[in-house]
């Protein structure tokens, strides 16, 4: 499942695994010594890590806690230090708190099958659980050649996500496929998504090969096995690296804040003119926001979206809160 990372016809070595930017400004100003290197896959006690050109095992201290996607420092085959994160996947654990599940990636593939219902809210609390790790979201809705209204499920996701990149695709014709590689080009991206949406074999057509194992979908319900039982970073062959995930039963939104300001832009810059600095753009006097929904100038259907999310991410809030005093409890 590695050997893409591997290959000795890799001519750009480390730059192929994203060392660009500023990574050697990180690695100049880290204390410890030894190679650059990338963790590939993570397995318990060692780490698998690439340097580009080949793949080796490292072992780590306990005391650092490492997450596919990491650049780490190799010195004797041992990790000695870690560099600062770009961004963080994270997501609550069945253990209770947060987990880190990747690191340093620029792209969140959230993938929907259009084999079942699209729900509003998972809809954005997936795409803002991007925007708040620091990464771009990019919606995927799988499976079209399943169905015929593919223009307007299009059209409909679009008046909830603004202006974030919605691709349709389907593995079994091909649809869709070359733009997502043209959007991973240069960059590391990751899935995420329930069991059963399509992420497995999505990984598998971008690959060009048999990478991600594919398990039946329940007739019932149209979700599937958790095929995907670890996580590791694929080279993609025409450049840009893939991080394959889990189905993601539970998602926290670890950093609230920065999503919600991302993902409804349009209607928090509108909402800088209101009377109130804590509008919540329903009934208060001197809104903006609803003037200019009035006016015509700020779409309804998207001040839905908003109003919707909002209060899914409150009462989710609260229950989290409640969770973690009976825990203490």
């Known amino acids: 499942m590695t050997g893409h990372l591997a ?7 480390i730059v192929s695994l994203g060392w660009f930017g500023d990574w050697e400004q990180r690695r100049a100003a880290h204390e410890a010594s030894g190679d650059p290197a ?3 896959r993570h397995d318990g006690v060692k780490v698998l890590v690439s340097d580009g050109v080949s793949l080796r095992h490292a072992t780590f201290s306990r005391s650092l806690s490492l997450a ?3 650049w780490v420092l190799i010195e004797n085959e041992t990790v000695t230090g870690a560099l600062e994160r770009s961004s963080e996947l994270v997501r609550e654990s069945t ?5 880190v599940i990747a690191a340093n990636v620029d792209l969140v593939l959230v993938v929907f099958g259009v084999d079942r219902p699209l729900r509003r809210a998972k809809v954005l609390r997936f795409a803002a659980f991007a925007w708040d790790i620091g990464a771009k979201p990019v919606v995927v809705l799988s499976k079209t050649d399943l169905r015929t209204d593919v223009d307007s499920l299009v059209s409909r996701v679009r008046t909830w996500v603004g202006d974030v ?7 079994t014709n091909g649809s869709g496929i070359e733009t997502i590689l043209e959007l991973l080009a240069g960059r590391t991206g990751t899935l995420i998504g329930e069991s059963g949406a ?7 057509a971008v690959m060009e090969d048999e990478v991600a194992w594919i398990g039946d979908v329940r007739d019932r319900d149209a979700k599937g096995r958790h095929t995907t039982t670890h996580r590791e970073l694929h080279l993609l062959p ?3 690296m893939i991080i394959d995930n889990p189905g993601v039963r539970a998602l926290g939104l670890w950093a609230e804040g920065e999503g919600v300001e991302q993902l409804f832009s ?3 810059q509108v909402g800088t003119s209101c009377r109130f600095r804590d509008c919540a753009h329903r009934e208060e006097p001197g809104c903006a926001v609803r003037a200019a929904i009035e006016a015509g100038d700020l779409d309804t259907h998207r001040w839905e979206s908003y109003t919707r999310f909002i209060d899914e991410q409150e009462g989710a809030s609260r229950r989290a809160v409640l969770k973690q005093r009976r825990s203490r409890s």
Do not use: F, M, T, W
């Not at 253990?95 to 987990?99: A, I, M, R, S, W």
């Open 38 to 40: 990338r963790v590939v």
């Open 266 to 268: 349009d209607i928090e």
């Open 198 to 204: 399509g992420k497995s074999s999505l990984v598998n």
């Open 68 to 70: 596919v996607g990491d």
């Open 238 to 240: 025409g450049g840009g």
């Open 165 to 171: 990149d919605i691709v349709p695709v389907s593995v």
């Open 95 to 99: 253990e209770g708190g947060p987990q």
């Open 7 to 13: 290959s000795p016809a890799n001519p750009q070595g």
